[in-house]
């Protein structure tokens, strides 16, 4: 507990978690298969679709950008009925360059899935 409290991390989760989800966010806007992006604090999960109005999952996706994330040792889950959900529990002292690392690797995996199955 003092290590909690010396070291400010609830404050650095709350705080670097808001700025996971802005990032995602701002993800979400650029590629149409992000779905709904969730979470409070560091425990964040972000939604894959093959469409964004139905909704309908990408599992595919989703599988995908979980095994190669994995392979640049970011390591994530799936989570929701159809596994379409990536879910993101890293640990507390977690920085805004982490979170930076993982969205560009989220970003540079997904568009190379995407021009390879969707073009």
Do not use: W
Not at 21 to 42: F, H, M, N, P, T
Not at 49 to 74: G, M
Not at 103 to 111: A, L, R, Y
């Amino acid at each position: 507990m003092n290590v909690l409290e010396e070291e400010q991390l609830q404050q650095n989760a709350k705080t670097v978690g808001n700025y996971y989800l802005q990032e995602l966010a701002i993800l979400q806007q650029k590629y149409k298969c992000i779905g709904d992006v969730r979470g409070s604090g560091l425990f964040i999960g972000f939604e894959l679709v093959k469409n964004r109005f139905t909704l309908e999952p990408d599992t595919e996706l989703a599988q995908h950008l979980k095994n190669e994330l994995r392979e640049k040792f970011i390591l994530v889950s799936t989570d929701g009925p159809f596994e379409n959900v990536i879910k993101s529990k890293p640990p507390l002292c977690f920085s805004k360059d982490n979170v930076d690392e993982v969205i560009h690797s989220v970003e540079k995996v997904t568009e190379n899935y995407l021009k390879q199955h969707r073009t």
